[in-house]
């Protein structure tokens, strides 16, 4: 519609109470002198290279106006008061500073394809290793759309787990080292180095910032059970949006204590299990039934929030809602912590099931998706 404006050139400006006023047929847009002087782009406010900002809020002045603004075909020219700086905007840029678009935020449900059910995601797609490392795109993207992506035919090999991740990113690194090993140990710090079967859940909840990303790369698997389970917490969060909006309110604004203590390590952090952003998308998940401390919350407040939980829980658990597979040798799933739950099923330890995982952010793996397209 803007555009449309734009080849009709039929902007005018003026000056009103010290910021512009930008006329284009009816449409008519104040823009504030001092962020008309933010977004300016010439030699002394942007560095030329790096288009970093050369000055802070103090250094402009406090009385900021516009003095003047001209019309030059699709550019308009201003002068500021009291200072007399002078800078060139593209009016479409100033046409779209009057409806910004909602912020990107790659960490929230917006642009991300949900999956109710496992059946949304079945069959299961993976991704030979060989192809990943030539054209790693397709299986970035899965992480950031569908919350996962599995890789297949990756070495078997310890501490392979640490090199896919740092085929995208930068490995996290924790109490737990730089990779863990999630196999049956002898006196276990945590139920994940045990044969039981674990409940959905996202990891490190007791972390801040959490981890982003998981990896869990399988060198052996010859045992009786031991399946692994992803479902999508935003998934389920959006259901309880829509029908049940007490509970979703309460979970979004009730904050708890996620808590791990072990001899070498005391952890914690206090978020909500579903965190939203500024404009109410849902942004992280944290779901762990281990580390979640009892909430310090008024009666009446307790049996609102666990009648909440129990609701969400009833999503997460929900057996279509989990997909189900078997990580075979070679197998390693990259997954965002943050959004998908995992779970696995109970294993006989004498069968040998040996499993390697490390920890990594989204932002590396963003910033390499975006890398790629931009080179290819
Ligand atoms: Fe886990």
Not at 55 to 75: K, T, Y
Not at 158 to 174: C, H, L
Not at 235 to 257: I, N, Q
């Amino acid at each position: 519609m803007y555009s449309q404006v734009i080849e009709k050139r039929a902007a005018a400006v003026s000056v009103v109470d010290g910021d512009l006023r930008l006329t284009v047929d009816d449409a008519v847009i104040e823009i504030a002198a001092v962020w008309l002087r933010d977004a300016c782009t010439d030699a002394v406010s942007r560095d030329a290279v790096s288009g970093q900002r050369l000055f802070n809020i103090v250094d402009l002045p406090a009385d900021l106006r516009v003095r003047d603004a001209q019309v030059h075909g699709d550019r308009i020219e201003i002068e500021f008061a009291p200072d007399g700086h002078r800078s060139v905007f593209e009016l479409d840029a100033l046409l779209a500073a009057d409806a910004p678009a909602p912020l990107a935020d790659s960490r929230t449900e917006q642009g991300k394809r949900l999956w109710r059910t496992a059946a949304e995601v079945s069959p299961l797609r993976s991704h030979d290793w060989a192809g990943y490392l030539a054209d790693p795109a397709t299986a970035l993207q899965d992480v950031v759309k569908s919350g996962f992506a599995l890789l297949r035919g990756v070495p078997a090999e310890p501490g392979q787990v640490t090199e896919v991740a740092e085929t995208f990113g930068f490995v996290r690194e924790t109490n737990y080292g730089r990779l863990f090993d999630v196999r049956v140990e002898e006196n276990a710090v945590n139920l994940a180095f045990t044969g039981l079967a674990i409940s959905p859940h996202t990891d490190n909840p007791y972390r801040d910032p959490v981890p982003t990303l998981q990896l869990l790369h399988c060198l052996h698997n010859a045992s009786v059970g031991g399946e692994s389970g992803l479902v999508d917490g935003f998934a389920a969060a959006a259901t309880l949006r829509e029908h049940d909006r007490r509970a979703f309110d309460v979970l979004t604004g009730t904050a708890v204590t996620y808590r791990f203590d072990a001899p070498d390590a005391h952890l914690s952090a206090v978020a909500p299990l579903i965190a939203l952003d500024q404009s109410g998308r849902i942004r992280e998940i944290r779901f762990n039934n281990r580390s979640m401390a009892v909430p310090r919350l008024r009666p009446d407040l307790a049996r609102e929030f666990y009648r909440a939980y129990r609701a969400f829980a009833e999503l997460l658990f929900a057996p279509e809602a989990q997909l189900n597979f078997h990580l075979g040798a070679g197998d390693c799933l990259i997954f965002d912590n943050t959004r998908l739950l995992h779970a696995r099923t109970a294993f006989a330890a004498a069968g040998g099931r040996h499993l390697q995982g490390t920890y990594a952010d989204l932002d590396g793996l963003l910033s390499t998706l975006q890398t790629y397209q931009e080179t290819r």
